[in-house]
């Protein structure tokens, strides 16, 4: 449900939800990036054998995708989809959730190869985009402001066999650097396909950018790559935005090492700050900066409480603003929620909604939430829509309401909250508020007093013109 200038509590979800969401802290979410349940076998030599033979594709035409909304303001918040999305639903199921990411415009990103689409180009030369264009098809019906992420890559770039592709190695491969260029080529390659998409993150997470004999990212490794990424991009469209370094920020709970950033939420892993200091240095330009990362410490908890661990999103927002000269910073990836946390969905749904507070008043410009769908029915912890049933889950309203109430440049406005467990967030015409507690809780706020059930987040006009 999407807020409107009246009141509106969030629908709260009719089922209790038992296990939470399991978060790495250095490197995020590699248990939820593997594309393909299939068993792949690997070479003694540690080579690729591959598990999934190319075959022959006939050539398509490129999709017609309609141009992204005019709209007056970027819409600032979005979604990443994975490899169950919408357009594996179906078809009344997917007609509900084009109607869910169409009623307010939002940004819409897919990978180029894994997270719901194959190899695009499983030989030199041989392209397949059948999958890619399927999912550029369904946001651009569905109102998208269309981001492509260029992760990952086809195996014969990685060391392996042209026309096959093991996906047990998709996500923790990076492209040799003798193939940087064939990579830059299939960038340039995946933007003629596409005209309509103006924004590009170049690769996910560092993956396969780990110096193992130094203990730290390959951060010169990347940035040859990102560089050879880029100008290739900006010669089919100087308009295109290409943003890097993907960087996976992870924290301790105590004084662990020497950092330049820390709060009370923890300790930022310096080498991840290194990492993107090196690639800000080197370079050939960027039009964003892009990281992502989890409020949850390498033990796995969220310091000092769960909502104030949100607190280290802002502190990295203004320090990557602060090193970068002000580029405008985007979060490919967040997580709040530590494995095996016991949270039910009003819980999970209020600290997502503390943390897109964080994120709107640190000046984030764009923030994309990793959509959790999965294939069948069943519960679906933190997902937009019930799987294979339809109907729409509480994460959807909460992101409908901050990409229409604040997009990306919104001015902010000060609002008096009398209770501390009460947080919240306001523009002229609109704010919204968030019960951090498991009980209910009366507050007065902008002189009315309003109460609050148990983590209930509440909408409520301000009477603006």
């Not at 593997?34 to 080579?47: A, F, I, L, N, P």
């Not at 103006?198 to 790559?225: I, L, P, S």
């Not at 992101?399 to 997009?407: C, E, N, Q, T, V």
Request: a negative charge; charged letters at 20%; aromatic letters at 10%.
């Amino acid at each position: 449900m999407i807020p409107t200038d009246g009141r509106h509590a969030r629908r709260r979800s009719p089922w209790p939800i038992a296990v939470g969401a399991g978060i790495l802290a250095v490197v995020l979410v590699a248990g939820i990036m593997v594309y393909t349940s299939m068993h792949s076998k690997t070479r003694e030599d540690g080579g690729f054998a591959g598990s999934e033979v190319a075959t022959g594709q006939p050539a398509a035409p490129a999709p017609t995708l309609e141009a992204p909304p005019m709209l007056d303001s970027w819409p600032r918040w979005g979604v990443t989809h994975t490899q169950y999305s919408a357009d594996n639903e179906p078809a009344p199921v997917a007609e509900q959730a084009r109607g869910l990411f169409g009623r307010v415009p939002m940004v819409q990103n897919q990978h180029i190869m894994g997270w719901g689409v194959g190899n695009p180009e499983p030989s030199p030369g041989q392209y397949n985009f059948r999958d890619l264009d399927r999912r550029l098809t369904f946001m651009s019906s569905s109102r998208a402001v269309p981001v492509i992420t260029l992760c990952c890559a086809p195996d014969w770039m990685k060391g392996g066999q042209a026309g096959r592709t093991d996906w047990s190695k998709n996500h923790t491969v990076a492209p040799e650097p003798e193939h940087f260029d064939d990579f830059a080529a299939l960038a340039a390659r995946v933007a003629r396909q596409y005209p309509t998409v103006k924004h590009y993150m170049v690769w996910n997470e560092f993956k396969g950018f780990w110096d193992t004999t130094a203990n730290q990212w390959d951060a010169r490794g990347y940035t040859e790559m990102y560089n050879k990424v880029y100008d290739a991009l900006k010669k089919v469209d100087k308009t295109i935005q290409v943003g890097g370094p993907y960087m996976p920020i992870g924290s301790s709970s105590g004084a662990s090492g020497t950092s330049e950033l820390s709060g009370s939420w923890g300790t930022v892993d310096q080498r991840a700050l290194d990492g993107i200091k090196y690639w800000i240095q080197h370079k050939k330009g960027a039009d964003f900066i892009v990281v992502d990362g989890a409020t949850m410490t390498t033990d796995k908890g969220n310091v000092p409480d769960d909502f104030a661990a949100v607190g280290k999103f802002g502190a990295i927002t203004a320090w990557l603003r602060e090193q970068s000269g002000d580029l405008p910073v985007w979060w490919a990836e967040w997580y709040v929620e530590p494995e095996n946390s016991g949270w039910n969905e009003d819980k999970r749904t209020a600290v997502q909604a503390a943390a897109l507070m964080e994120f709107a008043r640190s000046g984030v410009t764009t923030a994309l939430y990793w959509n959790p769908q999965q294939k069948g029915a069943g519960e679906c912890p933190g997902c937009l829509w019930t799987p294979n049933e339809g109907g729409e889950l509480p994460m959807a309203g909460l992101l409908s309401g901050f990409a229409k109430w604040f997009p990306s440049g919104v001015p902010l406005a000060g609002v008096q909250v009398s209770d501390p467990r009460v947080k919240a967030l306001a523009q002229e015409r609109q704010m919204v508020l968030v019960n951090t507690a498991g009980e209910q809780v009366t507050a007065t706020v902008d002189g009315r007093q309003v109460g609050l059930a148990p983590y209930e987040i509440k909408w409520s006009g301000r009477g603006g013109e």
